[in-house]
């Protein structure tokens, strides 16, 4: 039995919300089948250990930043790490960018409360609801869902024009979480997924039986699962099977996301597990969302040394059970924000963040990004 789907907005409007789907179901797909073929094939020999793949990009992507200036900034960012990792093993590398989809967000809370104490509905994504800290922005609008579909398609355009002179394995492709599902299951065609090349599911939504994993399984791309601290080996291990059941390499990549206090202790049981009894797995480490906290009564951070801590364990770990460290997930943008830190000294007041521009989690600099990839690949 389909457990009831979760992480959903209440639209309110039942009828604008059909209207909406209806809308996109007549719409183009904003990819083709042979795109996310070649993407299959892509992950399909970094799983055989012929390369890696580095997937990156904005928390939470912004209508307001689909404009060719915007993505070709974020594209020469993906596509140079890429290469700092390429020319250091001399492998394949697979960009994989957190764009033109990424407009969705899952909450811990239904609301939060603002610098007014104010409180709103919280912020669910641009195909949601506004930031903007008024109640009436913070309303869910379905009519939003056709908007991230026109900006998918204007980012799509510059994500193309990249690809010129590149062979398939190197171009940028797209990816985001598959969260909204009055947005994914309308622009299904065929048996693919037409909203992106790959999509993954949360650890908030990995439910084996729940509607994310039932719309996963029905889809022929590659498909991403966020792994977290509460899950166990056994759950790891069926979900392998549930979403690769043939064992197809370039199928399926788990994206751990342990932080750096647990990593040690949780992954190499689940490494062990899914190797003996379950299905093949690409394996990646987001150090970013494990490590999230907040010092004081500041906005949310992430500290730059649990984030190169996980990085360091992870290798380690998939190297000690000889399965491929394949790559890294990051929350990163070129622009120079100050949102992830160092650890504040003792007796120090904590560090300031005069450019804090999120829509929601803190994200690495251009800087910082390079850090952590410079860290990767040194370890390997």
């Not at 908007?147 to 204007?154: F, Q």
């Not at 992954?267 to 093949?280: A, D, I, K, Y």
Request: glycine share 8%.
């Amino acid at each position: 039995m389909i457990a009831a789907v979760g992480q959903q907005p209440d639209w309110g409007d039942v009828a604008l919300l059909d209207h909406v789907t209806s809308t996109l179901q007549t719409m183009p797909p904003l990819v083709t089948r042979a795109e996310c073929d070649r993407l299959g094939q892509a992950v399909a020999r970094v799983a055989q250990g012929g390369g890696f793949l580095l997937q990156g990009g904005d928390c939470a992507e912004r209508f307001c930043e689909s404009g060719a200036t915007e993505v070709r900034a974020k594209l020469a960012q993906l596509y140079g790490l890429a290469e700092v990792i390429h020319s250091a093993t001399g492998g394949v590398v697979v960009p994989l960018g957190r764009l033109a989809g990424q407009y969705g967000k899952p909450r811990s809370a239904p609301y939060e409360r603002i610098a007014d104490g104010t409180v709103v509905p919280s912020y669910r994504g641009d195909a949601v609801n506004s930031p903007a800290t008024d109640r009436r922005a913070r309303h869910p609008d379905p009519t939003r869902l056709l908007r991230a579909h026109e900006c998918a398609e204007r980012v799509l355009r510059v994500v193309r024009d990249s690809w010129a002179g590149r062979s398939p394995l190197e171009r940028a492709y797209v990816s985001h979480e598959a969260l909204l599902l009055d947005y994914e299951r309308p622009l299904v065609r065929g048996d693919y997924a037409a909203s992106a090349h790959s999509v993954w599911i949360g650890d908030r939504t990995r439910q084996p039986d729940g509607q994310h994993v039932a719309f996963a399984r029905s889809v022929a791309n590659t498909i991403g699962v966020k792994i977290g601290p509460v899950i166990s080996p056994a759950q790891a291990v069926r979900l392998s099977r549930l979403l690769n059941p043939d064992g197809a390499d370039g199928r399926l990549f788990f994206i751990v996301r342990l932080g750096s206090t647990r990593v040690r202790s949780l992954l190499p049981e689940m490494v062990e597990e899914v190797s003996r009894r379950g299905r093949p797995v690409v394996w990646l480490c987001d150090p970013m969302h494990g490590n999230t906290m907040r010092i004081g009564a500041g906005p949310k951070t992430r500290l730059m040394e649990a984030i190169l801590d996980e990085i360091v364990a992870f290798v380690r770990i998939m190297r000690a059970h000889r399965r491929h460290p394949a790559g890294l997930h990051l929350e990163m943008t070129p622009e120079d924000v100050t949102e992830c830190t160092t650890t504040p000294k003792p007796f120090r007041p904590p560090p300031e963040l005069p450019h804090y521009r999120t829509a929601c989690d803190p994200r690495l600099n251009a800087a910082q990004a390079a850090e952590v990839v410079e860290r990767f690949v040194a370890l390997l």
